[in-house]
């Protein structure tokens, strides 16, 4: 019976996993382009279809909480215990390596997909990591020292703003949070133009919202609970592709899993979505500098998404969706990261980078205050100021 409910949570997996990959291809759709576009070129096209899905997530997971259908508290985004110190390294050392690879976990296994050779070695050097790092050699230093560091909330308090708010104030905020939070999110993406004449977007930041919520309700209702504590989860893409890699060299049995039926469905989906578009087409690396970039950009991605409890999807829209209070320390760790990570590729190092901004900088005070110095040194031309004597005038007549 128990492992029935976990190939059946596997199955769960894998079709959320495949729509997921599907609709994410045929878009385009990167979370680090989406980062990259908004820090580099100012356009956050990209980035609002990340907040239309985080705000439809957020909608239906809450909507799931307030029905008495999901319990946030049984998910591991919500411990009692908030370790910020290790979320805060974890989450800029993921954005570095999103930056040295091009892309997130979850864009490597759309980009494997379609062919992308380099992709299959990011995901072995990612999964190795994650495992290490979640269970292996890594796991005693993160766990005493790294996650030693946290923040303990009060007895009976989640880390999630609904319950530290209900906690502070006494009263019950979670659907007001949610409306105001979720609906903002939406109309901040829905009011754009340019991205309503896109259905491929959009398409695609509803589904990665609605598959967020699936994959709550599915983990909650398909698992066994006599099979062990009940841990609702959802879209996530480092500690599944650990798993992944772990099941498939040592253990098989760990196949009967969500997330990883995920990680294989997103694979399956996105390799529909570029035979649809015969998009397919075999890449491999182009030199030995750019696997050594790659190489060292997934082992960050592995190491720091365990550190941090998730990717850019998974800290990104699952963790936001039961609000999290690791979501806007991962968020702004992430874009940090991935902008070293950008200095380091394009400056050649976040030293040259600082030193371009200080000049910058200096630059622009000196343009300030040259028209301050030029005006104060400037001659004064104005006439001065009348005295007390009296001044001659011109005779009006010769008679005078």
Known sequence: MQDASAWMLALAGLCVGVTAGFFVRLARLCSFGAVEDALMGGDTRRLRIFGLALGIALLGTQALVIA??????????????????????????????????????????????????????????????????LRGMFSGFRITVLERFAITMPEGVNTDLAALTQHLSGIDLRAVITALGGGLLCLIALGDKRLRRTPRLLAAGVALGVLTVVGWLATTKLADPFAG?????SLTFVSTV?????????????FAD????????????????????????????????????????????GFGGILTGGCTIGQGITAGSVMALSWPVAIVGMMFGARIGIAVLVDGSPRELIRRRFDAWRELLQRRRAPALTAANRPNHRPAAPSDAPRPTAPHSLAE
């Not at 910020?84 to 999103?98: C, D, E, K, N, T």
């Not at 650990?242 to 760990?254: E, F, H, P, Q, R």
């Not at 969500?258 to 694979?267: K, N, Q, R, S």
């Open 242 to 254: 650990g798993k992944a890699v772990y099941a498939g060299l040592l253990n098989v049995a760990n």
């Open 229 to 233: 504590p009940v841990h609702p989860q």
């Open 258 to 301: 969500f997330g990883v039926g995920t990680v294989f469905g997103v694979v399956a989906g996105a390799f529909i979505a570029a035979w649809h578009t015969d998009e397919l087409r075999w890449e491999a690396f182009d030199d030995d500098h750019e696997m050594r970039r790659h190489v060292a950009g997934a082992a960050l991605m």
């Open 68 to 133: 008495g259908q999901l319990d946030p508290g049984q998910s591991n985004y919500t411990a009692p215990a908030l370790p910020l110190i290790s979320i805060a390294i974890g989450s800029v050392l993921f954005g570095i390596g999103m930056a040295f690879v091009g892309t997130c976990g979850f864009g490597s296994l759309v980009r494997l997909g379609g062919g992308d050779l380099r992709s299959f070695v990011v995901i072995l050097v990612l999964g190795g990591a994650a495992y290490a790092t």
